[in-house]
């Protein structure tokens, strides 16, 4: 637990930090902040938390989705603005394996490589809402879900597919393409991780299963 979470640090505790950091913006009250891991029933690690005063849905939600917005900013400027990823991900998906290839190859040479990668990796693994997080997403969204039919029924569909669908478009599109970097940074890391526990427990005697 204790390797996992150093490994692990700069993704909770950006996490942990944008938690922290909206509560105070909307002006929620907060209480203790931790980054100690915690071993919880059924085999799960609380890895960090940050004591949250009760607040409203909208607010609740805002702060409880902090981490999903500051790990998708710092993807943006770790894995497109340095380490230029969207580029080997747009390749892979028009099929130009070649060109994929060639510039997979050259990606160790991009400058700060190992350290930029790391924290994309952390920051990934770390940025999605637990289900603390997400306990007013429910309420929130029937009410979002609620507004938009009274509004449609109210004739303003066309309106919002004229100006507000755009926007909504670009948002997930960049949010999808943010998440087909997160896979891939995971998927390029599942088996020298593999190997590394296999190797783990061999040498402690504790089972890899």
Known sequence: ITLFS??????????????????????????????????????????????IGRTDIVRDSLIGAAPLFA?????????????????????????????????LALLPQTENFLLWFYLAFAVSSAMLPSEADRHSWLPLGLWTAALLALAIFAGAGG??????????NVLFGSMALLFGLSVALHVALLLPFLILRRLAAKITGIDAR
């Open 6 to 51: 150093l490994l692990l640090l700069p993704g909770v505790f950006l996490h942990e930090l944008s938690h922290f950091l909206a509560a105070k913006f909307l002006r929620v009250p907060t209480g203790r902040f931790s980054l100690l891991p915690k071993p919880l029933p059924k085999g799960m690690v609380q890895m960090g938390f940050v004591e």
């Open 71 to 103: 790990g998708s900013l710092f993807l943006y400027i770790a894995g497109i603005d340095r380490l230029r990823l969207d580029v080997l991900l747009n390749l892979f998906a028009a099929g130009q394996f070649g060109l994929f290839w060639r510039g």
């Open 159 to 168: 309106w919002l597919l004229e100006n507000v669908a755009p926007i909504l």
